[in-house]
């Protein structure tokens, strides 16, 4: 990473990638829920993977679900949803407006994404302590684990 006080947009999704990896809910999104939060967007021509890759905004989201299941801390939950209208200001701002516009459906252009900076220390702030990723993966992978549980005997019994 440049050395700013600022991340990039690639900067700011490798950081918010590196946290869901750690927590697994990344994992857990992928393999348990399969994106439901994509909808229909996932096979439209405007979906990341067939664009720029995956988006900022998509990349930070989390179902109000699932994080009052993992957050063992209403103020992280805050936290987490500062950073996120910070990124949608921000991603505005990328775009050239000045209004709130829907980040998660329309694809980035590489010069917007150029042109998206954010400050280092509000990611930082946004993102749980160490601590706490230790305590959201230890929930996320009870709750992946009661998961695959639960899709094993529903299987067992449909079969039966």
């Known amino acids: ?13 490798d950081v918010i990638e590196k946290f869901m990896k750690e927590t697994g809910i990344r994992n857990y999104c992928e393999s348990i829920c399969e994106g439901h939060c994509c909808g229909a ?18 990349s930070h989201y989390l179902c109000c679900w699932l994080k009052n299941l993992i957050f063992p ?7 987490y949803d500062e950073l996120g ?23 980035y252009t590489r010069e917007q994404m150029d042109n998206f900076r954010i400050p280092k220390l509000e990611v930082d702030k946004g993102l749980p302590s160490p601590y706490y990723v230790a305590q959201i993966s230890r929930r996320v992978t009870a709750l992946v ?16």
């Open 1 to 13: 990473m440049e050395n700013s006080t600022y991340y990039t947009y690639s900067e700011t999704v």
């Open 41 to 58: 967007c996932y096979t439209r021509d405007t979906a990341c993977h067939r664009n720029e890759g995956r988006r900022l905004a998509c």
């Open 73 to 79: 801390d209403r103020a992280l939950d805050y936290h």
């Open 85 to 107: 209208c910070l990124i949608r200001r921000q991603l505005s701002k990328a775009r050239g407006v000045a209004y709130y516009t829907n980040p998660y459906f329309i694809p």
């Open 145 to 160: 684990s009661l998961g695959q549980h639960i899709w094993k005997r529903a299987s067992k019994q449909l079969a039966d």
